[in-house]
């Protein structure tokens, strides 16, 4: 099993990321998959979670309408929209196979004037 995660960088208060997440493996389709993400010094936090087929999904209230995950069965990609992005979503974000202990290698994201 093999997940890389791409996208992160420095961006400024108010700006956007997108992250991808390239699944391989496993049979990607036939499963749920999630973003979580780690700040320093705290905690892994789940932030969002996608159904297999892509119809569910669910988010942490720290970024409900601000965040949207997303996936591509047929690139098994998992996406990760991040629009007015602030200060306190500075954190490593690392895709996961849901359910499973399967996890990226992590991408950085600074949100910083």
């Known amino acids: 099993v093999q997940l890389v995660e791409s996208g992160g960088g420095l961006v400024q208060p108010g700006g956007s990321l997108k992250l991808s997440c390239a699944a391989s493996?496993?049979?990607?389709?036939?499963?749920?998959m999630s973003w979580y993400r780690q700040a320093p010094g705290k905690g892994r936090e789940l932030v969002a979670t996608?159904?297999?087929?892509?119809?569910?999904?669910k988010y942490v209230d720290s970024v409900k309408g601000r965040f949207t995950i997303a996936r591509d069965n047929a690139k098994n990609t998992v996406y990760l929209q991040m629009n007015s992005l602030k200060p306190e979503d500075t954190a490593v974000y690392y895709c996961?196979?849901?359910?499973?202990?399967?996890w990226g290698q992590g991408t950085q994201v600074t949100v910083s004037s």
């Open positions: 493996g496993f049979s990607f389709a036939y499963y749920d």
């Open positions: 996961k196979w849901t359910g499973y202990d399967y």
């Open positions: 996608i159904s297999s087929a892509g119809g569910m999904t």
